[in-house]
Nanobody, 121 residues
Framework: VQLQASGGGLVQAGGSLRLSCATTGRTFSSATMGWFRQGPGKEREFVASISRSGDSTSYADSVKGRFTISRDNANDAIYLQMNSLKPEDTAVYYC???????????????WGQGTLVTVSS
């Protein structure tokens, strides 16, 4: 079972990036999925989550209105569209999967390996 995150990179403040997370080994179409991040010297924090149907999403206050989470159950993938990026968004971004209550508590069953996003000022 693997979650493979990709799409990170270096971008200037105000720019955009789209992160992807592909899953292999099992299907996650029945699981809530989410994105977390860990900035330099900071604890890992919740960024966004999406229900198994895609009908319900949740965002951290710090990214509301700038980030959009989506999923493609046919291809077992989720995405994070990040717009109007700020230097404080610099972090390693992790995708995750599991029951919604575990996602909400920051303890999902499965973690991806992370992809680095660096936003320069």
């Amino acid at each position: 079972v693997q979650l493979q995150a990709s799409g990170g990179g270096l971008v200037q403040a105000g720019g955009s990036l789209r992160l992807s997370c592909a899953t292999t080994g099992r299907t996650f179409s029945s699981a809530t999925m989410g994105w977390f991040r860990q900035g330099p010297g900071k604890e890992r924090e919740f960024v966004a989550s999406i229900s198994r149907s895609g009908d319900s999403t949740s965002y951290a206050d710090s990214v509301k209105g700038r980030f959009t989470i989506s999923r493609d159950n046919a291809n077992d993938a989720i995405y994070l569209q990040m717009n109007s990026l700020k230097p404080e968004d610099t972090a390693v971004y992790y995708c995750a999967a599991g029951p919604s209550y575990l996602i909400a508590h920051g303890t999902p069953d499965y973690w991806g390996q992370g992809t680095l996003v660096t936003v320069s000022s």
